[in-house]
């Protein structure tokens, strides 16, 4: 099962939602300053509002405006068009970082510096 962890940027969104077949509507984001961008695909009748601050996304039918999917939609994570979603918004965790220590220091180098040179003045 693949994790995800990081938001793309605005670019990188973009260059994946076309990859993907998706299309990205950023103009209030660009223009008016929202932190809101929209995805649509021509063959689905959903409407993706993603919030590129936080990375939490609604899906809704274009048509009735119902609620499809959110971001914590658990049950969706099989659904092919939801796992591309996911690809789409997010940057996947590698699995060597899975580790969540691993992982941590990843985020954080200084404390992995600070770590290293704790077991040097200790030896």
């Known amino acids: 099962m693949k994790m995800f962890g990081y938001v793309r940027g605005l670019y990188d969104l ?3 939602a076309e990859l993907y077949g ?6 209030d984001h660009c223009n ?6 929209y ?6 009748d959903f409407l993706v509002a993603v919030n590129t ?8 039918h274009r ?3 119902n609620l499809v999917a959110t971001d914590q939609s658990v049950k969706l994570k099989s659904e092919k068009w939801y796992e591309d979603l996911l690809e789409i918004l997010y940057k996947e965790i590698p699995c ?3 580790n969540k ?3 941590s220091r990843q985020l954080n180098p200084l404390e992995t510096l600070k770590a290293s040179h704790a077991k040097e003045d200790f030896m």
């Open 63 to 65: 048509l009735t405006k």
């Open 14 to 16: 973009e260059r994946m």
């Open 53 to 60: 601050i936080n990375g939490r996304f609604l899906v809704t």
């Open 39 to 44: 995805l649509f695909h021509e063959e689905r």
């Open 101 to 103: 220590k691993e992982f």
């Open 96 to 98: 060597r970082f899975l």
């Open 32 to 37: 008016k300053g929202s932190d809101f961008v």
């Open 22 to 27: 998706w299309q990205i509507n950023s103009k």
